[in-house]
Each structure stands twice: as C-alpha cells, then as structure tokens.
C-alpha cells in the first residue's frame, strides 16, 4: 500500500542516494536522472545573458531581448523570470520520480535480504538458544559461567550495530516514497502509537513479534529503538513493502475472524479482549492456535 504521508523533496533523495552508496548500492537509475536534471533547471533559471552585444549576429540579438524579457517578468505570484517554470518543472519531477520508484522498492530491498540475515543471525540465535532479553547484562552473563553464552552475547551486541545502515535504509524506503509500512495502516484503530508516528518492526519481524503501537520498542514506545530482543523471539527478516503489506492485512484479517459475532461465545470474547493491545496480540498468538485445535479435535471426537 502506498500512502505519502508528506512531499518528496530533493533532500529526501539526495539523503537516499547517500544510503546507497553506504550500503554499496547502486542508486536508482530515476533518482540519478532527476538529481541530474535539477541541477540543470537550476542552472539554467539562474544564469545570466551574455552581455558582449555588439559582437551578437542578429539571431543572437533577438534571442537576447527575449532572454532578458523573460528572466526580467514579473507575475502576479511575484516570481521572478525564469523561476516559476523552475518550480513547476521540479515539482512535477519529484511527482515522476516518486512514481517511477515504486516497481523498484521491492527488488532493492530483496537486494539486501541475504546481508540483512547474515548480519541479524547472532541475534536471533542468542534470544532463541540463550535467551537473551533487554534484562540480560553482562553480569547475567557472567552467573552462567557458560563461554559460548559469552560469546554470543557479545555477538548479539555488535550485530545490533551492524544491521544499523540497512535498518536505516529500509525505513527510509517507506518514509520517503510512502510505501508500507505507512500511519494509514498503523492508525488509531489499529492501535498506532501516536498521530505523527510509524512502528516500522513490521519491515524486520519474520514472525508476529512486530507490533503497530510501539510494544516492539525500547521502553514500548517508536520514539525509541527497536527492541530487537522482542523482535528476534519469532525471527528476523528483511520485508519488502509488498511482504509488509501482507502481513499487515494477514493481521487485520485475523483480527476481525477473533471479534466474537454476538459476544456469546466465552472464548471469542476472552481473545477480543486479548487483542485489545498488539503487546497481548503476540503472547496470545500461539495459545489461540493451539486452543483452536483443541476445539477441532473435541468436535471431531463428537
């Protein structure tokens, strides 16, 4: 889904085309092409006519007198010469180069998948084989007495600092060209954590450990870091915006199918209750499956 919270700007792909060099990407070939010719609008708005007449032929004379003309305007927006077509020009290029991007998100963000796991994989095995929490320290480390214990957790440690530049680079993908995750789909009734905010664990999370209203972060709030101890119990992965926009209707979806139909069924209604917050959502996931099954095998017992 694609929702632009706010106009792209020539900072936004000048910062993304950074990223990618960062991450040893090529740049897109439209952000290229509209950086290049931005600055030849710019050039061309602000540059002066010659001023050597006498040596002009006559072609050259008139197309100085209309130069001047033109660049002299005024209109009634007060913009000056050139300046108006300037503004229009880059607006409407943002506008194609938005729209040029979008069947390349998810390709450039496949590109980084296989990166993205190597990195992330000392996490996951040290929250899934060790245990290791936002609680766990050094000191914890230490009671175990286990060396691989130690090992891996200073491997967690600085594999939370090395997927740092893709993490960056991913969320970028969605706040600048408005690709999901967006604040259209984390809103108030989906519980999103704040008007001006996104949680974006949903582009990592390869199970249901993300969240929409902040559980997934330091501190259970997105203006904080994510949590990646959080996220890592159900895996990591590296989502494109289309694998994102799946699992948020996958999660709508199962949702809606949990909301009891006339509040008369003790379970359906205990498990409402139970998805009233993402935080409950992610401890109860597994306990309805298995209680599903069980009324499964019940019926067919019958």
């Known amino acids: 889904m694609a929702g632009l919270a706010r106009p792209l700007s020539w900072g936004d792909l000048l910062a993304f085309q950074a990223q990618c060099e960062v991450l040893g990407i090529d740049t897109p070939r439209p952000i290229v092409r509209a950086l290049e010719l931005v600055e030849v609008v710019r050039a061309h708005a602000t540059s002066t ?6 040596e002009m032929s006559d072609d050259e004379a008139r197309d100085a007198v209309t130069d001047i003309s033109i660049r002299a305007h005024v209109d009634h927006q007060n913009s000056v010469g050139f300046s108006l077509g300037g ?15 979008l069947p390349l998100l998810d390709p450039l963000v496949e590109s980084l998948q296989a990166e993205f796991a190597r990195l992330a994989a000392p996490i996951v095995d040290g929250v899934q ?13 230490l009671d175990l007495a286990d060396d691989k ?13 090395a997927i740092g530049p893709i993490v960056s680079f991913r969320i970028s993908v969605s706040q600048v060209f408005g690709v999901s995750p967006t604040h259209a789909e984390q809103g108030v009734e989906y519980g999103g ?8 664990t949903v ?17 259970g709030t997105s203006r904080s870091s994510i949590d990646w101890y959080k996220l890592a119990a159900g895996g990591l ?4 915006p289309s694998d994102v926009r799946e699992k948020i209707v996958a999660r709508e979806r199962f949702i809606r199918h949990a909301t009891p139909m006339d509040g008369s069924n003790e379970f359906d209604a205990a498990v409402q209750d139970a998805l009233a917050t993402d935080a409950d959502f992610i ?3 597994a306990e309805l499956d298995s209680a599903r099954a069980a009324l499964a095998d019940v019926k067919n017992d019958d």
């Open 203 to 219: 582009c990592f999370a390869e199970g249901d450990t993300w969240s929409t209203d902040g559980f997934s972060y330091i501190n």
């Open 283 to 285: 401890a109860k996931v």
């Open 149 to 161: 214990a130690a090992a891996a957790f200073r491997a967690v440690k600085a594999a939370w600092s």
């Open 129 to 141: 084989r060790y245990g290791f929490n936002g609680f766990t320290t050094a000191a914890t480390i």
């Open 49 to 54: 006519t010659r001023s050597q007449f006498l």
């Open 87 to 101: 503004i229009r020009f880059q607006d409407q290029l943002l506008l194609e180069t938005r729209a040029a991007m």
């Open 237 to 240: 992965r590296l989502n494109t």
């Open 193 to 200: 954590d704040g008007a001006d905010l996104v949680d974006f």
